[in-house]
């Protein structure tokens, strides 16, 4: 998306321990007499880094990407278990009230400032984020993982790669370049400077293509062989993917162009973003609260399935400041339908 299209828009419990000492001795005899231990193993639920890493991008002007019109195209949270004596007969066993869901390393979003946006992302499981650039979003929090950017040209520098360095171990590449109102680098240019950004040891993603990246002598096809020709590396391929028909054939259509992608490359996939929207002369049209829902429910089941899709991230996150909910998960911290479906997914 254009970085420049969208503005930065216990409870407390007491006990007497005293009352319980009538208690505790005589168990703690008991236990001495019979020779027998229990152990109770605690797992810590709090989420941590997924091993692709965590990188993020930054803007050519400073600005927040909001509106996806412009490019028209790890954390797994362990959920929390307790083990008891054998039984005869197996229970399952209930996450405290209260304790975060196990959610999917794969599933992320897209994000800008935005009021609430720490609750929302905890609230939404996502594993991971990213912002187009090389530094998290300031009230982001700490339960989604942070993604650095390398955005465009004018973002390789040795600042901005040694920020991407510090903010994580994955780097995405330039954002878009096959369009002009979004980094615009010919194949040339780029690959005159990703020696910049394998410089830095970080895992890399190619450039992120808004369009046609499974196409023979297409943007992305032609950056990957001259970078196989010159020995570069390119750890993952990043795209970008909307959908113009809202009916259930979208998530089909997603899947084949994923399929086709792989088969082309061979190379694990992170989608880095994706939503239904259909333009026309008039601007972009969204689908019902009802069918972005659906997708949202199928794609991300699809996606869940598919090995080599390591990584995908819903666009976008935060409602947009101009008013319309596009294709936004929550206004503040209220999810939207698809917000609630997106919650449900992996």
């Not at 002007?61 to 362990?78: D, F, I, K, L």
């Not at 010159?230 to 391929?237: L, S």
């Amino acid at each position: 998306m254009d970085e420049t299209s969208q503005r930065h828009p216990g409870r407390h419990v007491r006990r007497d321990r005293r009352r319980l000492w009538w208690l505790v001795i005589p168990l703690a005899v008991a236990v001495l007499i019979g020779g027998s231990y229990a152990a109770v193993r605690l797992l810590d639920d709090a989420p941590t880094p997924a091993a692709a890493g965590e990188p993020v991008a930054v803007t050519e002007s400073g600005a927040v990407p909001g509106t996806p019109q412009a490019a028209a195209s790890a954390t797994a949270a362990a959920s929390p278990s307790a083990s008891a004596a054998p039984s005869a007969k197996p229970s399952a066993t209930k996450a405290p009230a209260g304790a975060p869901a196990k959610s999917s390393s794969k599933k992320g979003a897209t994000v800008w400032p935005a009021s609430g946006l720490a609750t929302a992302l905890k609230d939404v499981r996502a594993s991971w984020y990213y912002n187009w650039s090389a530094g998290p979003t300031s009230g982001a929090g700490t339960s989604a993982a942070f993604v650095p950017m390398i955005w465009g040209e004018k973002s390789v520098t040795d600042a901005e790669l040694a920020r991407a360095k510090r903010n994580g171990n994955v780097l995405l590449g330039f954002n878009e370049p096959d369009f002009g109102s979004q980094a615009n680098m010919s194949v040339e240019r780029a690959l005159e400077l990703w020696p910049r950004l394998q410089a830095t040891g970080m895992r890399l993603g190619s450039p992120a293509v808004a369009v046609g990246a499974d196409r023979a002598g297409g943007w992305l096809d032609r950056f990957l062989s001259g970078a196989k020709s010159r020995g570069y590396r390119v750890d993952f391929i990043t795209l970008h993917w909307y959908g113009s028909d809202f009916s259930t054939a979208a998530v089909g259509h997603l899947k084949n162009y994923l399929q086709a992608v792989y088969q082309r490359y061979r190379l694990p996939i992170w989608v880095t973003e994706y939503a239904l929207i259909k333009w026309g002369s008039g601007g972009a049209v969204y689908p019902s609260d009802a069918q972005q829902a659906a997708f949202v429910t199928g794609s991300t089941k699809m996606m869940e399935s598919l090995s080599y899709v390591e990584r995908y991230a819903w666009f976008a996150l935060p409602w947009p400041t101009e008013g319309h909910q596009g294709t936004a998960l929550y206004r503040g911290t209220t999810p939207t339908a698809a917000g609630r479906a997106y919650r449900a997914a992996g």
